[in-house]
């Protein structure tokens, strides 16, 4: 039983990277799989930043959160949409549940924790927080001290869909560098029994430089100056890890977690385009340049289903008695559902070889379904192909990005390690063979559970499950402040 838990949470870090391709040159994650255990780390469907780490810090499933992805739909209008915010999030998390039992917690940067709410602890907000000038910290005064020690602290880079890949790389490198030595100097100087962090860096480098190392990418640039830019970062972040563990307490778990894992993009489907193609979508007019999807293009007396572009595709259906100018008979959804589905896995690329595509259905993957879910969730080619949403395309497939250039997308599984403090200080422990560490079967839904055990805690039934009552349209940004997130979640490539 530790006395402490350390969670240093590195989104869409890549299992194979650390476990197989560069372990030899990462000495500090190298010694937590020889010393302690390690495997990869099934994410959540979809495995999206936002809602994955909330997944994760509450035990509860997408559906259960009642959080789809970065904007939700609000109701079930065309139009109202709401971005994700920790006013949304109505489940207990391990902070929460920690402070129960009289632990405090420091928390940085973990998504979905803007605005800040009050815990038993200090917490910085996310990289979808507005800025330094908003009060994205709990105790608000607490970034005054961040100013002073890190300079301008970074919540994320400038947008990432850039042909700008040096400044791109150097903005990484030093939010990286500002977000560990602000945990460094957090639990060097502030008391704590549970802190987790959240870096953002490894999701940026692979969607900015993928296309120079990987030989298998449809533009891949052989003998390119930064084919080793992933690499680096990552022999980077394994010393900022290896400082931060060396400051631990004997008797500090330490986790190493990432919310989902990352794969080569070999292009996109353009989802709404196909949907027009098979005469479910229906626009007023014809449109014959790229512009993004708008509700008001459509003709929805005639629409019986729309999507979303993104890392995956959302599919909503214009049922009738449902949204506003419904016309698909509630009793006709599911042959619906089921046609569309069929067409959708059996889709091919250009050439015509099969895509791979994979549909869910929300109510069969989740425990709930609250709030306005999606009726079908899409992964195209196994998400080796993104979802572009945009219309006027003249094929439904495409090898440029909508929202800007993109090298990666999302992968199912991330990287799990753990391992004690003081056996990964101690230079007299001597290691086992490293494969007898490996487990197999992880889920993101474990870690929750795992660092309650470190502590003695029984995870409570349901992980913390309770009744959700009412609406969640709390607003939690300012007109201006949703303007400027939409403008940078459009930049980033999430809406």
């Keep these: 039983m530790s006395r402490k838990v350390c969670v240093i949470g590195l989104d869409c870090a890549v299992p194979e990277f650390v476990f197989e391709l560069w372990t030899d040159r990462l000495p500090h994650l190298r010694r937590i799989m020889e010393r302690g255990v390690y495997g990869p780390l099934e994410s959540v469907i979809p495995p999206i930043t936002v809602p994955a780490w909330m997944c994760m810090m509450t035990g509860k499933d997408p559906g259960t959160l009642g959080i789809y992805g970065f904007r939700n739909r609000r109701d079930h209008s065309y139009d109202g949409l709401a971005f994700a915010s920790s006013a949304m999030v109505r489940e207990l998390a391990l902070w929460d549940l920690l402070a129960q039992h009289g632990k405090r917690t420091i928390a940085l940067g973990v998504p979905l924790t803007y605005p800040p709410r009050p815990i038993h602890g200090l917490l910085v907000s996310d990289f979808l927080a507005p800025g330094t000038e908003s009060d994205y910290t709990y105790p608000p005064g607490l970034k005054e001290e961040i100013a002073r020690?890190?300079?301008?602290?970074?919540?994320?880079?400038?947008?990432?869909?850039?042909?700008?890949?040096?400044?791109?790389?150097?903005?990484?490198?030093?939010?990286?560098?500002?977000?560990?030595?602000?945990?460094?100097?957090?639990?060097?100087?502030?008391?704590?029994?549970?802190?987790?962090?959240?870096?953002?860096?490894?999701?940026?480098?692979?969607?900015?430089?993928?296309?120079?190392?990987?030989?298998?990418?449809?533009?891949?640039?052989?003998?390119?100056?930064l084919q080793h830019a992933i690499r680096d970062y990552y022999v980077a972040l394994d010393a900022e890890i290896g400082r931060l563990i060396a400051l631990l307490e004997p008797g500090t778990r330490v986790l190493v977690v990432s919310d989902h894992g990352a794969k080569r993009m070999d292009g996109g489907v353009c989802f709404n385009q196909w949907l027009i193609q098979e005469g479910y979508l229906v626009l007023k007019e014809p449109v014959d340049t790229v512009r993004k999807f708008d509700p008001a293009l459509v003709d929805w007396s005639r629409t019986r289903a729309w999507g979303d572009g993104g890392y995956y595709g959302r599919l909503f259906l214009n049922v009738r008695g449902r949204e506003p100018e419904g016309i698909v008979p509630p009793g006709e959804v599911e042959a619906l559902k089921n046609e569309i589905t069929a067409k959708l896995e059996a889709l091919t690329d250009a050439q015509g070889r099969p895509l791979g595509n994979r549909v869910f259905r929300p109510e069969r993957i989740y425990a709930h379904c609250r709030n306005v879910p999606p009726d079908l969730i899409v992964y195209f080619g196994d998400l080796h192909w993104r979802s572009v949403g945009s219309v006027g395309h003249s094929t439904i497939w495409t090898q440029e990005n909508d929202t800007g250039p993109d090298d990666a997308n999302h992968a199912q599984y991330g990287l799990f390690l753990m391992a004690e403090s003081e056996d990964l200080q101690d230079d007299r422990v001597v290691p086992s063979r490293r494969e007898a560490h490996c487990v197999s079967g992880l889920s993101l839904y474990d870690v929750a559970p795992t660092v309650l055990e470190a502590f003695g805690i029984v995870p409570p039934s349901g992980m913390g499950r309770r009744a959700v009552t009412g609406r969640t349209e709390t607003l939690a940004y300012t007109p201006d402040e949703e303007a400027e997130l939409a403008r940078r979640l459009e930049d980033l490539g999430y809406l």
């Design 149 to 225: 020690v890190v300079g301008t602290y970074l919540f994320d880079t400038r947008e990432f869909r850039t042909e700008d890949k040096g400044r791109l790389l150097q903005e990484i490198h030093t939010m990286t560098e500002r977000r560990f030595a602000l945990a460094r100097h957090l639990i060097t100087h502030h008391p704590w029994d549970f802190f987790i962090m959240v870096e953002m860096g490894p999701d940026r480098v692979h969607h900015g430089f993928w296309k120079f190392f990987d030989p298998q990418h449809p533009r891949y640039i052989p003998d390119h100056p």
